[in-house]
């Protein structure tokens, strides 16, 4: 097991050997060194105007200026403006870190475990899954407790690993029910009866979200190897009616990633599930889930390790895929009605008509790191996408436990602001942050619009 260490010597971070290390050294020493901002290097700080269409749950703009957090994004902008005209008055990061915000991470993404149950082929985690690697569950609790007490209001326990797995996690999901977290759970299914066990804590605007990706047993299998041969995709769905019944208040998703012929991941050819689009959207209304979502497949870039739409294949010879999987979902949409929703990600959608090429170009500054994090038994990370890279790093895993140790991260997070180019990092990610960073990078070069900010409409929808 290889281990990266802080400055002073601690283990910051221990991570499998498989995975490849862009340069380490050269990442610690920037994050603790950096004097040069992005926005002074001449690099695409000037605002473009976006026509984007954005789902509700994808316009992050829009939730940052809900009133009950819009105060959130006003001082961090005042307090970047004041970073950017102290770096021109020759003050240094860290006088001017004194003065910097102290509001928590507004929504984290929550690896439990790494520890899985599945053996998929596509999986992006893959170089990580069951190395061991794992909290110290009270540390994990506390760090939690900082948080919250700092302004935290989403969680989303996702994956690494399968979050079910983790042996505390019920105990985990009380714990952040107990403040008033809302609360997203995304799992392969395997294991419903630890998500029955928490039915009576979770209630509207929390949702669980199935990762089923087929529409039989013999696909599902096929793609997800689980260990176990009782788990088939109709005894995970004969959960769900159930589950239900103990409680109708959260949503529950059927996750569908479409993959196509030609998509690769850790060197293998991935199943083409593109057939069963609608025997899987049949079979979501079937088991009484809420919905179910499309998205497209996801790779790792060989360069930076970041998630990223394959985009392997020249657009036209994508086209027929599309074209083929656009008249399946189109197919599915009879099934909704005011119980049963087809939803199609952002993602899908923009790859379709063009678009991504919008949402790959980002300004040098990711200002959504402030507002949103991972936290994993591998450190804290910058961004869902840069899970487990050595670049994103924030911390430790236990790092936000206490306050001396959050005010130690918070400055890392403001440092890692300055020292992440997401102009160069991220040129090859469809960013749906993208929108809303360039909404907050305007705001800090135009200040004076703080004051005529209005607030949007208040849903209670703080996941980012
Ligand atoms: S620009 Fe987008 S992909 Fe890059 S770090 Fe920020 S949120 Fe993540």
């Known amino acids: 097991m290889e281990k990266i260490h802080t400055t002073e010597g601690e283990v910051l971070m221990e991570i499998s050997p498989l995975i490849d290390f862009r340069d380490k050294n050269k990442f610690r020493s920037e994050l603790k060194s950096v004097s040069v901002p992005l926005h002074a290097n001449g690099k695409t700080n000037a605002h ?98 900082t948080l919250m007490d700092r302004g935290l209001r989403t969680v989303i326990i996702i994956g690494g690993g399968e979050p079910t797995a983790y042996p505390g996690f019920t105990d985990i999901v009380r714990h952040l029910k107990a403040r008033g977290i809302k609360i997203g759970v995304v799992t ?49 769905c004969s959960h769900i009616p159930d589950i239900k019944k103990l409680n109708d208040q959260f949503q529950i998703g059927y996750s569908f990633i479409v993959v196509w012929n030609d998509c690769e991941a850790n060197d293998m050819q991935i199943i083409d599930n593109t057939d069963e689009i609608y025997e899987a959207a049949a079979r979501a209304k079937q088991y009484e889930f809420d919905y179910i979502s499309f998205k497209p497949f996801l790779t790792r870039a060989e360069e930076n390790n970041a ?5 392997t294949q020249q657009e036209q010879a994508l086209e027929p895929v599309l074209n083929k999987i656009r008249t399946a979902i189109d197919k599915t949409k009879h099934l909704e009605d005011s119980n049963y929703a087809v939803i199609e990600s952002t993602n899908l959608r923009v790859l379709e008509n063009g678009s991504y090429k919008d949402f790959i170009d980002q300004p040098s500054t990711c200002h959504m790191q402030y507002f949103r994090q991972i936290l994993s ?88």
């Open 188 to 236: 392969n299914g395997s294991r419903m009866q630890k998500i029955a066990e928490v039915a009576d804590v979770l209630e509207k605007g929390d949702w669980v979200r199935l990762s089923l990706d087929s529409g039989n047993n013999d696909t599902f299998r096929a793609m997800h190897k689980p260990v176990s041969k009782k788990v088939t995709l109709d005894w995970i």
């Open 307 to 311: 998630e990223v739409v394959n985009l």
């Open 48 to 145: 473009k105007e976006k026509q984007v269409e954005l789902s509700p749950i994808h316009d992050f703009s829009a939730k940052l200026r809900q009133p009950s957090v819009i105060n959130v994004l006003k001082d961090y902008v005042r307090w970047q403006v004041e970073w950017r005209e102290g770096y021109a008055q020759g003050k240094s990061i860290e006088e001017i870190l004194e003065s910097a915000p102290n509001h928590a991470p507004l929504s984290i993404n929550l690896d439990v475990t790494t520890a899985c149950n599945y053996r998929c082929d596509h999986c992006v985690d893959m170089d990580i899954l069951n190395t061991g690697i794992r909290y110290d569950h009270e540390k994990l609790k506390s760090s939690l407790s």
């Open 377 to 464: 038994p591998l450190g804290i990370f910058n961004c869902p996408v840069y899970r487990h890279v050595p670049q994103a790093l924030l911390g430790g895993k236990h790092e936000y436990d206490g306050e001396e140790l959050f005010q130690e991260t918070q400055k890392n997070t403001l440092r890692l602001i300055e020292a992440f180019d997401a102009s160069r990092e991220c040129r090859d990610v469809t960013c749906l942050y993208n929108h809303a960073n360039w909404f907050i990078e305007d705001l800090i070069n135009h200040p004076e619009k703080l004051e005529t900010l209005s607030a949007s409409e208040e849903r209670h929808d703080y996941f980012l």
